[in-house]
C-alpha cells in the first residue's frame, strides 16, 4: 500500500521546508508509472527537482521518454532529471521483454531519443544513467549528464567519479538508519535482501572487494554497515558528507522504517538540522 496523493503533498512541503533541493523515487514494475508520478511531485511542490530513480526502458519507448520530459520541463520550469536504467531480469521478464546485452539496449534507447531530440530541437531534460559496472559508467559519460549509482559503499563513488570524470553528474543514493547496531542491522538486512538477489547489485559488490559470503543472509555486518550508515544524526551526516568529498555531486537519503507505508518525514527534518 502506496501513500496517498495527500500525504504526498503534505510530505513534500515539509520535505521542501526542511531543505532539501530533490526528490527521487523509483518506478516499479507494478505499482507506479515514472513520468505520471514524476508529474505529480512536480505539481505538488514549488522548488524541488524531481529525479526519475530510475525509470526503466523497458516501460515507454524512447521517443515517448524523451516528449516527456520535453513535456514537463516546460509545464515546471525545468525541475526534471531523467533517470534511466536497463533494470533487473525478473522486472524486465514481467513485462515480455528480454535482458540480453543490456548495454546495447541502453545504446539503442540513447541514439533513438537524441533522434526524437534533433527533431524537437533540443534535449527535454537532463539524463543520468543508472550505472555500477565500468562500461555502464563510461556510456552515462559519453551519452548522457552523468549517472545515478545505488546499494553502494563510499569507495564505489570515488571509482564512479573516476570513470564519470569531472564534468558529469553523479548522484549517489545512501540508505539510513537508527542508532542501536543490533536494531539497526536487522532493520537493514529488511532492505539488503532484496538487492542482494539480484546480480547487477552482487556482482558490483564483488568487483569493489566483497566475498560470496559477504552478500548471503541479507549481508554480512561489513556490508551492511558499510552500505546503510547507521548511528547517529551527526554520523550519519559524516557519512553523507563522505559521498560528496568521494565525488557525488547529490547524495540522496533512504530512510529505512518498520512500516514502508509510512513517509519518514520526521527522520528527514531531524537529519536536515544535523547535515546543516
Not at 515517448?64 to 513535456?71: C, D, E, Y
Not at 548495454?103 to 540513447?110: K, N, S, W
Request: hydrophobic letters at 45%; charged letters at 25%; aromatic letters at 6%.
Amino acid at each position: 500500500m502506496q501513500p496517498s496523493l495527500e500525504q504526498t503533498r503534505e510530505a513534500l512541503a515539509r520535505v521542501e521546508a526542511a531543505g532539501y533541493s530533490s526528490v527521487w523515487f523509483p518506478e516499479r514494475p507494478v505499482g507506479t508509472e515514472a513520468v505520471s508520478e514524476a508529474a505529480v511531485l512536480l505539481a505538488a511542490s514549488e522548488r524541488l527537482g524531481v529525479g526519475t530513480g530510475i525509470a526503466s526502458i523497458w516501460a515507454r519507448d524512447a521517443t515517448a521518454a524523451a516528449n516527456a520530459a520535453r513535456t514537463l520541463n516546460a509545464a515546471f520550469g525545468g525541475r526534471l532529471r531523467l533517470g534511466l536504467g536497463v533494470s533487473h531480469a525478473p522486472a524486465v521478464a514481467m513485462r515480455g521483454h528480454d535482458y540480453d546485452r543490456p548495454l546495447t539496449a541502453m545504446r539503442r534507447y540513447l541514439d533513438a531519443m537524441d533522434a526524437a531530440d534533433e527533431v524537437a530541437g533540443g534535449r527535454g531534460a537532463p539524463r543520468l544513467l543508472a550505472a555500477l559496472a565500468p562500461r555502464m559508467l563510461e556510456l552515462a559519460r559519453d551519452r548522457a549528464d552523468g549517472a545515478h549509482t545505488y546499494f553502494v559503499p563510499v569507495e564505489h563513488t570515488a571509482y564512479a567519479r573516476e570513470r564519470l570524470g569531472g564534468d558529469r553528474e553523479l548522484v549517489v543514493e545512501q540508505v539510513v538508519l537508527e542508532r542501536d547496531p543490533v536494531r539497526a542491522r536487522e532493520l537493514a538486512r529488511t532492505h539488503t535482501h532484496r538487492y542482494l538477489e539480484l546480480p547487477n547489485y552482487r556482482n558490483n559488490l564483488i568487483r569493489l572487494g566483497f566475498s560470496e559470503a559477504d552478500l548471503e543472509g541479507g549481508g554480512s555486518d561489513e556490508l551492511v554497515d558499510r552500505v546503510v550508515p547507521w548511528g547517529s544524526d551527526e554520523a550519519v551526516a559524516e557519512a553523507l558528507r563522505a559521498q560528496h568529498e568521494a565525488g557525488a555531486t547529490e547524495v540522496l537519503v533512504q530512510v529505512i522504517v518498520d512500516d514502508p507505508r509510512r513517509l519518514p518525514v520526521e527522520e528527514l527534518e531531524r537529519l536536515a538540522a544535523a547535515l546543516a
